[in-house]
Nanobody, 115 residues
Framework: QVQLVESGGGLVQAGESLTLSCAASGNIFGIAAMGWYRQAPGKQRELVATMTNGGTINYADSVKGRFTISRDNAKNTVYLQMNSLKPEDTAVYYC?????????WGRGTQLTVSS
């Protein structure tokens, strides 16, 4: 089993910054990638940012230049630094990891950005 525990969500005002963290534990040998997805009310879950073991990073167009993903492999932790937050960033943010051939998800952390 793999456990992903997110932290760092909350309520912020537009323009502010926040960092999400996700720690992976359990049978995590072979992690190939980690990252973040989000789901806003009434919308489908969407990719926010992912990072492979090789350092390849993928960002959603809507967050490029504002969000930064990073990993601490020694701690099996992935971070999402979010700057210049907008109300449209409001969503539940889910930690994600891929261990061939399966994806794992955290329970999610709520981010609310007020205007």
């Amino acid at each position: 089993q793999v456990q992903l525990v997110e932290s760092g969500g909350g309520l912020v005002q537009a323009g502010e910054s926040l960092t999400l963290s996700c720690a992976a534990s359990g049978n995590i040998f072979g992690i190939a990638a980690m990252g973040w997805y989000r789901q806003a009310p009434g919308k489908q879950r969407e990719l926010v940012a992912t990072m492979t073991n090789g350092g390849t990073i993928n960002y959603a167009d809507s967050v490029k230049g504002r969000f930064t993903i990073s990993r601490d492999n020694a701690k099996n932790t992935v971070y999402l630094q979010m700057n210049s937050l907008k109300p449209e960033d409001t969503a539940v943010y889910y930690c994600w990891t891929y261990i061939p051939l399966r994806a794992y998800w955290g329970r999610g952390t709520q981010l609310t950005v007020s205007s």
